[in-house]
């Protein structure tokens, strides 16, 4: 059986996170955040929801260039559309996001 996701470390001028899975079946995307084990997720997409969600989270744009465009904090039970976005960061609303305009760098997990 294929594994629901692989995690990687994401670094970015100065700010880095580890233990990020990027989901690989429909089921760990649809999950998200809610996959077992999993600090924040990156998935390759231009919007996302919140449905089944208890708390607010923070969602992180990504372009195609790699580059952070301005996070959002996100209430449960939302859709959030971001134009020009190739990848989507999620992560728990407490968590520092990456600066604005910052290239992200996607490293292997150890």
């Known amino acids: 059986m294929h594994a629901p ?5 994401l670094s970015a001028s100065g700010w880095r996170l580890e233990g990020v899975a990027i989901p690989s079946t429909f089921t760990g995307r649809l999950r998200g955040l809610r996959l077992r084990h ?4 990156l998935l390759h997409a231009g919007s ?4 089944g969600m208890r708390l607010p989270i923070r969602m992180v744009p990504v372009g195609a260039d790699g580059r ?10 939302s859709v959030r559309r971001f134009p020009g976005a190739a990848w989507i960061l999620e992560m728990p609303a407490p968590f520092v996001p990456p600066p604005r305009g910052a290239r992200i760098v996607v490293m292997p997990s150890s």
């Open 5 to 9: 996701y692989r995690r990687v470390n």
């Open 38 to 41: 999993v600090r924040a997720v």
């Open 48 to 51: 996302a929801h919140t449905f």
């Open 68 to 77: 952070a465009h301005r996070s959002s904090l996100v209430p449960p039970r």
